[in-house]
């Protein structure tokens, strides 16, 4: 792994800091310091303008703009694609003093701090603006999405002159001028602004999708006299602000932003009309009264998901900063919302979701937040009638979901990865299962989860093929879950997941069918499902192809695969990676080497159901042949190694886990932040040192300590109850905070959480 | 095969008649009616003009545009692609008489018939055209290009009006606005015209290859008076006719096409100072000279290249319609011309050449047109540098030559087959190795062979990969001739031409060690080629990996392809094909369907390495699994079919083999003629009906007759000698021109070619 740390932030428990501000550093920053709530989400830009290298970024979930393709003469290529669009910037201000404009890119100043306060979901910023003619304004920023009204956002702007007295212009207003990065166009027509005393208001059209978005404001400010400034795709107030030595000048702005998708036209002109409701919702706003019920989300959330990490301060603040994200992303507020690769913190992948949501994401949820998790799959749910557009498009049966999407529709304009890798549909399935295995809530799948499987299965069924005498099913002209081997026969992971994304089906089937005939009935009819059908499901099954050595206990990785030639990837020179952009395309799929976990991923999903020897015989073969140029490589590899207890390479493979991003490890942060990194850190932790395996009929648990930590805790969200986890270099302390009597595994013995702490000695 | 015969034009053992004009056809004629010297072609468009569907083309060998493609984010995609351009219409006329200007898609006419007469290589038409006023016109139109000196053209065009006297106007000149047809843009910039007297010429210049064609045109009339009319990127001259009831007006165009590629920028002057004497060569020219010379030049080239069929007209015609348009799109003329895909009669294909040329028409000049033959192999030497920097981008030594290509760089935008196709780099070896074995013409191949053969050898070697114990060399990650396998490991076909290739080059490195020790030195140097690499080049070669099961003496196409689900290619529904536009893309590569031959082809190119009972099983086992959806398909199976006496077999594949173009099996022939499939009719006679085999020490026939012919008779120039062969339902005559005692073998049996006719009865 060519990457390596590069330490910019102070380090401190609850906190990210930069003290003193470095231009190289600037966009960085702008990712890590985004603030999300799932509806929107705003990149940590200067507010107040900056000319250097920046991304101005602010995104709604869900709200994307559509690009056509060229059309290609094959069939089964996507001619559209659709990304998420940059919108309004809200917190658009300027601040005048003495014909001068702020600006860090270029003015002095001194004393810079920022701070985003991980405990309570603020961003503070501080710095002394020193003017050419040597006065001095100190300026204070604080900003924070509402974390319980989604729609609105707020800022506060201190401004202090430090050494006179004299006018301070304070322009403030709101900016849908943003250009979207990938295509370089603006992507919004304005339909109509309004002003009054102390609020303006702004909405915007998306250009070719009809969506909309509305801002309004409110200030709060003590001053001499305001004008109003329009202009194209802008509106903004010019505030005069008598400044006095050594007095502060607070201004309040306080934003509402309204979004509507996929509008009707009717539904427009009342959209235009609430308006004047808008303004009156805002004045019923007090933003310490937003503070603080912010900060009270953030304590509450964190009192059920903190981690704590003792002797190790940069995982510390790694994982919070993690931990913070995931919920910042997403939290199952609405049922519509995706978690992007990026989530909400800038625009690359198009703002698309992958199979990572499923894979690695929807865990954090289940243990955290189980009504995000169930609305995280209920997003499919919404967008099955698009998968199975998709399927026939493909020449499948049923429903084929997109690899990548905002709307449900496949937005991957890669043929290779669009048409070829089945795991986005199977990782559904395995989510709705994952799900069950953890909440029992079963009427959940009936309802939202079996129509998907019906149709994933009927996709399976008529993607695959028999052998020639039909005694293996298999799929052909696959791409896995490594990307390195870019077509390939029987690969391990999809014949697998295939055949439980079935078995699941027929048992769901079958479970439905004792416990409600009518409804089993209704939804078999509605599906078309015949008896002939469900019994060509166990057939395939029953026959699907996995291949394994039996010898060596290794599966191979696809039929073949054992046959290619081999790349020693240590001799690999390190200028060379990333390789995608040094080596030809086609040679990087033509040897043993794996870009990230296949075999090993299928040996995580379904741990149990492999013996600690094939595990152990799998990682020995297959990590050695893997460069991890995924993001999301390095922790499979860690929780498997913990496992298998080779602390050593765990720890190694946890190293950058946490803090890819405070770090920049990849040298892209400043593109986004990766959300979904961001999850497989948490599971890292949790499945990996706390051993945690949810698959099996029992939550199971190993723990093992880093023998660089002097303990950790984490806490899991069970049937009702939350789960305490508290590892030091002796003990496991396990309690319950409900007491319910939750039967868990540890170490392979069972326990009882009851009212008592369980004390059990730690395996190191 | 989904394709079935449309037979319009009238049956003429040496003309293509179109009697009465159905508007259908415009487009389809005016390929199948395309005039070519090689130099330049020009569709069967009416010259005078027409609104209906057209494509007026007009084409140079070798003058281009390019156009810059996305830029992909991977490497060795090609970001630039070349393609012909449409070129100036020198045939440009309009016919006007009373107001009404002569368009056969909107004006009343009888009388209509264009014929080409393929023995003086003349295209006539004539009909009589109907005023609305009642008058009556005959027009007769005559066109050749001339095959002596292929900058010449002449148009003759004959008025006469048969009901009445007056004034008829004809509009005669160039037009340089023509759009390319793929693009829909015009290509050209005009750099000046001039006109006097009796001439007018135009200089066009791409827009952004800075190639030039200076089209230059003499008139000869009677006429009234003349006046010129210049529009953009045209210049007409009017001439106004006194027509006399019953009397003939002969308008005669003589026109010379100069054309300069990649011109310097001083030579570019010298170019336009030409125009002087270009009119002066124009005024040398007579039209009735021109034509006798075209006419003598054709009636020489039959007389060595004939092909008779008794008792088939249809096939007669098909045949000799093909020979005739061999000789027209390539004759040697000119070391830097190629064979484009559809020779000089249309745009599509992009004009370019692929490895057809060395595959499928090499064998045509070489037993027709020696000199041709090593032209077109110069081709390649003369891009070796082009082959080289392509190389380097696909990560590999040597030369990796180019899958579609005008200069000799890559213009195949689709990377599966641009970086996965070896065969264009092993058909260049084949050709030399062809050229060699028949012509025995070793300086050639020391001069302008061995250089490619090292570089080519060098990309096997590094192309290619060893099996992890080095027991087996192969190439992973290619696509071979069959198209419908995407990206395979060790296909048969690839790996034995890199067997064959290396082997050939061990070979010709020998020899010109014994022979030339000094030149040796000098190759050897000039490549750096160093002991070690030639030793690898013997280890690679004696371990070429060849899947083959011993038990069934069977091929397998590539590593797994025997284990691919099977598809029964007869229950595709009719209406699928062409399965490119009906089945999903990756569909298509999931299965054991073949597209065209791949481990046959193997076996046609090195057939005497083979035996025939492994051709047996292995014709038994593909043949039934290919589709032909390659137009090159059914002749290779139909010469492989005649040597196993599948008669019948024989006869169906080489059904529409010598008709493919005036039939129009493929519904495609209006975008132009299937020039490299039409090589293949003529390899479909002589090594399938007349069985010849080139690949062994001494040339072999083994004749048989389709039992719905009387008899055939063809020609083949071999060393120095042209020798005859004539077969009829008993005996086989094979005579020799000069009688140079050549052997040869006929069903196994060695006779010398002396002054005797041989008489050997056929065996049916």
């Known amino acids: 792994m060519a990457k390596s740390a590069d330490i910019y932030y102070k380090i401190h428990p609850w906190k990210i800091i930069e003290e003193g501000f470095r231009k190289e550093y600037a966009m960085v920053s702008e990712s890590v310091f985004s603030l999300g709530n799932e509806y929107m989400g705003t990149r940590g830009n200067f507010e107040e303008g900056y000319s250097g290298d920046s991304l101005t970024g602010n995104y709604f979930n869900g709200i994307y703009e559509a690009a056509d393709l060229e059309k290609s003469s094959y069939k089964g290529m996507i001619d559209k694609t659709e990304f998420i669009v940059n919108s309004a910037n809200w917190l658009y201000t300027r601040i005048q003093a003495d014909n001068e404009i702020v600006d860090l890119y270029t003015c002095k100043f001194k004393d810079y701090v920022r701070i985003l306060d991980l405990k309570k979901g603020i961003l503070t910023r501080s710095y002394i603006w020193v003017l050419e003619n040597g006065k001095e304004i100190k300026l204070e920023f604080e900003r924070f999405l509402s974390m319980k009204d989604a729609e609105i956002a707020a800022q506060k702007i201190t401004l202090t002159p430090l050494n006179f007295s004299g006018d301070i212009i304070l322009y403030s207003g709101i900016d849908f001028g943003l250009i979207h990065h990938m295509t370089g166009k603006n992507m919004w027509n304005i339909a109509g602004s309004t002003a009054d005393n102390d609020s303006i208001s702004m909405l915007g059209d998306t250009i070719s999708t009809d969506q909309s978005v509305l801002v ?7 001053c001499r006299e305001w004008s109003d400034i329009e202009e194209e795709k802008k509106l903004v107030r010019r505030f005069v602000l008598s400044g006095e030595q050594g007095k502060s000048i607070e201004f309040i702005k306080i934003i509402r932003n309204l979004t509507r998708k996929d509008i009707k036209e009717e539904e427009k002109e009342n959209f235009k009309t609430k308006w004047g409701k808008n303004q009156e919702v805002l004045h019923s ?15 509450r959330t964190w009192q059920d998901s903190d981690i704590v990490i003792e002797g190790d301060g940069l995982n510390q603040q790694g994982i919070r900063f993690c931990i913070f994200q995931m919920h910042q992303t997403y939290h199952g507020a609405d049922k519509g919302t995706i978690i992007g690769a990026k989530g909400l913190t800038g625009e690359a992948y198009s703002g698309n979701t992958f199979w990572d949501t499923e894979a690695y994401c929807l865990p954090f949820y289940i243990f955290n937040n189980t009504e995000a998790a169930r609305h995280l799959l209920e997003f499919r749910y919404l967008t099955l009638e698009e998968a199975m557009e998709r399927a026939k498009t493909l020449d499948c049966k049923g429903a084929f979901y997109p690899i990548a999407t905002i709307t449900g529709r496949e937005c991957c304009s890669l043929w290779q990865h669009a048409s070829l890798q089945l795991q986005a549909s199977t990782a559904v399935a395995y989510g709705f299962w994952h799900y069950e295995n953890i909440t029992e809530d079963e009427e959940f799948i009936f309802e939202n989860g079996l129509s998907i499987l019906i149709e994933v299965s009927r996709m399976l069924a008529s993607r695959g093929d028999w052998n020639k005498d039909r005694t293996r099913y298999g799929f052909y002209g696959v791409m896995g879950p490594d990307e390195f081997q870019m077509m390939v026969n029987n690969n391990c992971y999809t014949n697998y997941l295939g055949k439980k994304t079935i078995e699941y089906t027929l048992s769901v089937l079958k479970r ?25 499901f166990h057939n395939i099954a029953k026959h699907m192809y996995i291949p394994y050595q039996e010898e060596t206990g290794i599966f191979e990785q ?4 054992f046959n290619l030639p081999h790349v020693d990837i240590d001799k ?8 995608y952009h040094h080596w030809t395309y086609d040679r990087i799929y033509r040897n043993d080497m794996l870009k990230q976990p296949d075999v090993l991923m299928m040996m995580l999903l379904y741990n149990s159901d492999f013996t600690k020897e094939q595990l152990k015989s799998n990682y020995e073969y297959y990590e050695p042949r893997c460069i991890h140029e995924s993001s999301l490589s390095p922790s499979v590899h860690s929780i498997l190694a913990s496992q298998l207890q080779k602390e050593e390479e765990a720890y190694k493979f946890f190293g950058f886990a ?7 490890y990849n040298r892209n942060t400043g593109e986004g932040l990766h959300t979904t990194s961001i999850a497989a850190a948490w599971m890292n932790i949790v499945y990996g040192f706390g051993g945690m395996r949810s698959d099996g009929k029992l939550l199971s648990f190993a723990p093992s300590l880093p023998k660089e930590w002097e303990g950790y805790a984490f806490k899991i969200h069970f049937k009702g109850d939350i789960l305490r986890f508290k590892v030091d270099k002796e003990n496991i302390k396990i309690s319950s905070k409900a007491g319910l009597g939750i039967q868990i595994l ?8 009851g009212q008592d702490e369980i004390n059990i000695p730690v395996i190191l």
Not at 558 to 561: D, I, Q
């Open 216 to 222: 309004s404001c409110r200030f709060q400010v003590d």
């Open 285 to 299: 706003l007090s933003y310490q009264k937003l503070r603080e019920d912010t900060i009270n989300w953030w304590k």
């Open 512 to 536: 439905y069918s004792n416990k409600n005939p009518d409804g089993y009935e209704k939804i078999i009819k509605k599906h078309c499902l015949l008896a002939e059908e469900i019994e060509e």
């Open 558 to 561: 696809h039929e073949g695969y």
């Open 572 to 579: 690999i020179p390190i200028e060379e990676f990333p390789l």
């Open 658 to 664: 946490t803090r890819m991003d405070l770090d920049n």
């Open 746 to 753: 540890v170490y392979g013995k069972p326990y009882i959480l």
